[in-house]
């Protein structure tokens, strides 16, 4: 690390690559990088290729990538507007990282599957029945004493 440069700590809530990660750990980032890759698309291109984004999303993701620099936006003046999406040189140097990543998932989706499947198994029916922590606890205590002074109501009304 060069003299009078920060030091950076995504573990810190303030820093900035800790906004990075979450940009690049996206599912939206991910997949519009990905659609990217081969070359600028429009904005219904890139709407296609990436299925259940909506438009609000792919807009949003697309302005926070090319705020960080990582997509340009080339509007072409002929009518109607004509914009293009490309990754940048920066954006370009995500496709190995992301490329990695989706071969591990290729590579252990049948992994995950199992393991959801016997996660699911192992916790059927306690879904059902709420957690209960200190705060529940106070609430049960609670709720029986309720329950408590409406059953001493209904006696003493009874006699």
Do not use: F
Request: charged letters at 30%; proline letters at 7%.
């Amino acid at each position: 690390m060069s003299e009078g440069q920060p030091e950076w700590n995504p573990y810190l809530k303030e820093c900035p690559t800790r906004q990075v990660l979450d940009r690049i750990g996206d599912r939206w980032t991910v997949l519009v990088v990905g659609a990217l890759r081969d070359g600028p698309l429009r904005y219904t291109e890139l709407a296609r290729r990436i299925e259940g984004v909506s438009q609000k999303m792919l807009t949003a993701t697309l302005r926070a990538l090319e705020r960080d620099g990582l997509v340009r936006r080339t509007v072409h003046p002929v009518i109607p507007p004509h914009v293009e999406y490309e990754l940048t040189d920066l954006g370009q140097t995500l496709l190995p990282p992301l490329d990695a990543l989706e071969a591990w998932a290729l590579e252990h989706i049948s992994d995950v599957l199992a393991a959801r499947k016997r996660y699911d198994a192992a916790t059927a029916g306690k879904a059902s029945r709420p957690a209960r922590g200190p705060r529940d606890e106070g609430r049960a205590g609670v709720q029986a004493g309720v329950q408590r002074s409406q059953r001493n109501s209904e006696q003493r009304t009874d006699s």
